[in-house]
């Protein structure tokens, strides 16, 4: 079993659609939690952290569930840009940190 | 943006050649990475350092070596390529304090033929 899962799509959503993507983790010293962004052929860029409290930025929330080890993340009003491959990533602290990437959820939004 | 910088962004080499990928940060980031993509793949950790002097292997094995003479300069070495090496790689940083947020250079594609 992976240590981070993601359903990997594709999600093919109409523009204005809301799609929410899970990911589930197995190491419960997981300490900190991540969504990236990667368009094709570019490098990840982080989209935003997820906090305890979960947290928003702009159309974008994410939610963190320890008692079930997983996160989400919801896209609100989707736009055409917001097609790209989203990985969930978390950090480990077991001694030292190690960061684990999920293989990435794809989403593609169309007009 | 992340002051992250990877040379060159393409590479068509042939079998058996010598090879360099340049990966250079200002951010004075002490933990840098090396990741292995193939399209439409996920990342692959081949190679990390804490800091100065330090490196180790990553969770993919890989012939390729590194170093780490100097905090802003991770290069990757492949002695001899082969077309199995054919894949994009993908330089990362990150400070090893707090949320330990990596971030990534614009990655070097390679082709080997």
């Known amino acids: 079993r992976k240590e981070v899962e993601q359903d990997p799509g594709p999600f093919n959503v109409p523009e204005g659609a809301t799609v929410a993507f899970n990911c589930t983790y197995s190491?419960?010293?997981?300490?900190?939690f991540f969504w990236y962004r990667q368009d094709c052929r570019k490098e990840p860029k982080l989209l935003m952290s997820?906090?305890?409290s979960g947290n928003e930025d702009g159309r974008f929330t994410a939610q963190l569930n320890r008692a079930s080890q997983y996160i989400s993340l919801l896209i609100r009003d989707s736009k055409l840009s917001d097609s790209a491959t989203y990985l969930c990533?978390?950090?480990?602290?077991?001694?030292?940190?190690?960061?684990?990437f999920g293989a990435g959820t794809r989403l593609f939004v169309k007009a | 943006e992340a002051d992250i910088y990877q040379t060159p962004r393409y590479l068509v080499i042939g079998t058996g050649k010598k090879i360099t990928l340049e990966c250079s940060q200002t951010?004075?980031?002490?933990?840098m990475y090396w990741y292995q993509q193939d399209p439409g793949m996920e990342l692959h950790l081949i190679h990390y350092?804490?800091?100065?002097?330090?490196?180790e292997k990553g969770d993919l094995s890989s012939e390729s070596t590194v170093s780490r003479i100097r905090t802003e300069h991770f290069p990757l070495t492949l002695e001899s390529a082969r077309p199995s090496h054919t894949s994009q790689y993908l330089c990362?940083?990150?400070?090893?304090?707090?949320?330990?947020?990596?971030?990534f250079g614009p990655g070097t594609r390679l082709t080997v033929l």
């Open positions: 990362a940083s990150s400070t090893g304090l707090g949320t330990d947020t990596q971030y």
């Open positions: 190491n419960s010293a997981s300490q900190s």
């Open positions: 997820v906090y305890s």
């Open positions: 990533v978390v950090n480990l602290n077991t001694g030292g940190f190690k960061t684990i």
């Open positions: 951010m004075g980031h002490d933990k």
């Open positions: 350092s804490y800091g100065v002097n330090s490196t």
